[in-house]
């Protein structure tokens, strides 16, 4: 499986962004699919999951409420919707596909995109 990611940028405090991913080589829909992210200097953490049939979320808690992930199973593509942004947000962000079940440990997700960077910033 391979996963495009695509979508970040510049934005400013409070603005918004919408990242996606495209999975190719196998159908996407067999796989429960994730953003992580990663700051300059910090580890890569968990942002956002999606179960297999994209009936089931889960969020980091700094996230909750100003993120939504979804999918197109059809399509083969998952997008992350980010509003109210904060500079604290700034990360590359990383798709990723697993095989089993909603997880927040990158351990669990086999597959990753290359990560698209977004900056927040005045």
């Known amino acids: 499986v391979q996963l495009q990611a695509s979508g970040g940028g510049l934005v400013q405090p409070g603005g918004s962004l919408r990242l996606s991913c495209a999975a190719s080589?196998?159908?996407?829909?067999?796989?429960?699919m994730a953003w992580f992210r990663q700051a300059p200097g910090k580890e890569r953490e968990f942002v956002a999951a999606?179960?297999?049939?994209?009936?089931?979320?889960y969020y980091r808690d700094s996230v909750k409420g100003r993120f939504i992930i979804s999918r197109d199973n059809a399509k083969n593509t998952v997008s992350l919707q980010m509003n109210s942004l904060k500079p604290e947000d700034t990360a590359v962000y990383y798709c990723?596909?697993?095989?089993?079940?909603?997880?927040?440990?990158?351990?669990?997700?086999?597959?990753w995109g290359q990560g698209t960077l977004v900056t927040v910033s005045s």
């Open positions: 999606i179960n297999r049939s994209g009936g089931r979320t």
């Open positions: 080589g196998r159908a996407g829909s067999p796989y429960v």
């Open positions: 990723a596909a697993g095989v089993n079940f909603i997880s927040t440990n990158r351990a669990e997700y086999t597959y």
